[in-house]
């Protein structure tokens, strides 16, 4: 079954203790991306990833890291998290996203509180 | 950056009312893409709309796509209590720029 896998589903930490949330697509897509969702703000990219070993920014990157050294995974990273950061995380691909764009597929989401 | 602007932000409707979502942009748009979440959900893609004056229909939901690029609605014809969700309209070029939402919420 095509998907988009993230792990975890939920999880509450402490500001400063390094968290990592995993993201796994079996879809061979080159487009990867990592979404926050706060109320009343909608989905904002946090960061995406057009093919392996090249990442970008989106639009509020900062407290966050990232990699892509396989296709299939693209790691989310929190190395010093803090409160501002507790939000519903979302990962997402797409075969790519030229011009004309493609449709994302979304994993189920990342509850992160941040204490 | 980029920007789609989305309206209204809520819409509270009777089964059976109909229901639109407005997403503007002051730029010309290449494309735009419409999800769907259901509360509880991660957004799913309903469509693409890419051609000037271009509409689709999927059953009881329209999409359009405005003569000049700018603007798209998303109309559904009798609502259901099943098309509860947030409604998000999309433009993609390299990121992607999510609207804020359209919140709908139907009573049976």
């Known amino acids: 079954e095509a998907q988009v896998t993230q792990n975890p589903r939920y999880l509450i930490t402490v500001t400063g203790k390094k968290l990592t949330v995993t993201c796994s697509q079996n879809m061979n897509h080159e487009y990867m991306s990592w979404y926050r969702q706060d109320p009343g703000l909608g989905l904002r990219q946090i960061y995406y990833s057009m093919n392996v070993e090249v990442t970008d920014k989106g639009d509020v990157p900062e407290g966050y890291k990232v990699s892509r050294k396989e296709k299939r995974n693209f790691p989310l990273i929190l190395e010093s998290p803090s409160p501002n950061q507790t939000s519903l995380y979302f990962c997402?691909?797409?075969?790519?996203?030229?011009?004309?764009?493609?449709?994302?597929?979304f994993g189920d989401g990342t509850r992160l509180s941040i204490l | 950056g980029q920007q789609v602007m989305q309206i209204p932000q809520y819409q509270h409707v009777q089964e059976g009312e109909d229901f639109t979502t407005y997403c503007n942009s002051s730029t010309t748009l290449s494309n735009i893409q419409w999800y769907k979440q259901r509360p509880g959900g991660h957004p799913v893609f309903l469509i693409q709309l890419v051609k000037s004056g271009e509409v689709k229909k999927q059953k009881r939901l329209t999409f359009q796509f405005g003569e000049a690029k700018k603007n798209s609605s998303l109309h559904i014809t009798a609502t259901q209590t099943t098309d509860v969700g947030t409604y998000f309209c999309?433009?993609?070029?390299?990121?992607?720029?999510f609207g804020s939402g359209t919140k709908l919420n139907v009573k049976p």
């Open positions: 999309v433009y993609n070029f390299n990121k992607f720029y």
């Open positions: 997402a691909s797409s075969w790519n996203a030229d011009s004309v764009g493609q449709p994302q597929h």
